[in-house]
C-alpha cells in the first residue's frame, strides 16, 4: 500500500521569502503521479502543482517549484516570493499509474498549515 | 461554467437519523468519487463510481452508501449517522482513463466545495 507523509504540520514565512514544504512517500510502484494541493481557508481544493514519475525534470508553475528525488521518494513543494494569498493547508498527494492511465484514486498526506506573514 | 456542487454545504444532525449528501457535475465525467478529510489525517477516499452503475468502496466505506443512477450524480448516504462520521466530505470527478500507451495519461480530479457535517 502507498503511503504519503508530510513532517511539517505548520510552518510560517515573511512575505516575500521562500518556503519549502517536504513530502516523502512510500510505494512499490515505478509509474505514479504526485500532486500539491493548496486548501486555502474557503476549503476549496486547488491543484497547485502535478508531476509524473517518468519525467526527470522537475515540474514549475509559476512561482511554484518542486524538487522530485524519485530514488529517496521524495517530493518537496518550494514557494518563491510567497504572498498572502498563499496562506493555506498544503497537501501533498499520490496517484498509482496503471496501464494506459490512471487509477484516479489520491492518497493524501497529513496536510502543512502554512501561515505567510506580513 | 464546469464545476462540482455538493449539497448541504454545512449540515448538524443527530445520531441515527439518515441523511444524504448530494454531488453533482456537468462535465460528463465518467469517474466520481467521495473523500472525507479530518484533521491529522489528511483526505480519505470512502467510495467511486467508474460510471453508471458501478461504485466500488474506497478505504473508509464503513457506515456510507452510494449509488450512481444518472452520470451527473452521485450521492453519499449516511444510513445511520454516528459522531465518529462527523467530518469534512468532498466529492471529486474526472474523465476517466484512456489508453494513451504506458506514459498514460493523467486527468485533472475537480473536487466540490465540502460538505461540512456535524454529527450529534
Known amino acids: ?118 | 461554467e464546469a464545476q462540482v456542487t455538493q449539497n448541504p454545504r454545512y449540515l448538524i444532525t443527530v445520531t441515527g437519523k439518515k441523511l444524504t449528501v448530494t454531488c453533482s457535475q456537468n462535465m460528463n465525467h465518467e469517474y466520481m468519487s467521495w473523500y472525507r478529510q479530518d484533521p491529522g489525517l489528511g483526505l480519505r477516499q470512502i467510495y467511486y463510481s467508474m460510471n453508471v452503475e458501478v461504485t466500488d468502496k474506497g478505504d473508509v466505506p464503513e457506515g456510507y452508501k452510494v449509488s450512481r443512477k444518472e452520470k451527473r450524480n452521485f450521492p453519499l448516504i449516511l444510513e445511520s449517522p454516528s459522531p465518529n462520521q462527523t467530518s469534512l466530505y468532498f466529492c471529486a470527478s474526472c474523465i476517466s482513463w484512456s489508453s494513451h500507451g504506458l506514459k498514460g495519461s493523467y486527468n485533472e480530479q475537480f473536487f466540490g466545495p465540502g460538505t461540512r457535517l456535524t454529527v450529534l
Open chain 1, 1 to 118: 500500500a502507498q503511503t504519503v507523509t508530510q513532517s511539517q504540520p505548520e510552518m510560517s514565512v515573511q512575505e516575500a521569502e521562500t518556503v519549502t514544504l517536504s513530502c516523502t512517500y512510500d510505494t512499490s510502484e515505478s509509474n505514479y503521479y504526485l500532486f500539491w494541493y493548496k486548501q486555502p481557508p474557503s476549503r476549496q481544493m486547488i491543484l497547485v502543482i502535478r508531476q509524473e514519475a517518468y519525467k526527470q525534470q522537475n515540474a514549475t508553475e509559476n512561482r511554484f517549484s518542486v524538487n522530485f528525488q524519485k530514488a529517496a521518494k521524495s517530493f518537496s513543494l518550494k514557494i518563491s516570493d510567497s504572498q498572502l494569498g498563499d496562506t493555506a493547508m498544503y497537501f501533498c498527494a499520490f496517484m498509482k499509474h496503471v496501464y494506459g492511465g490512471a487509477t484516479n484514486k489520491l492518497i493524501f498526506g497529513t496536510g502543512t498549515l502554512l501561515a505567510v506573514q506580513p
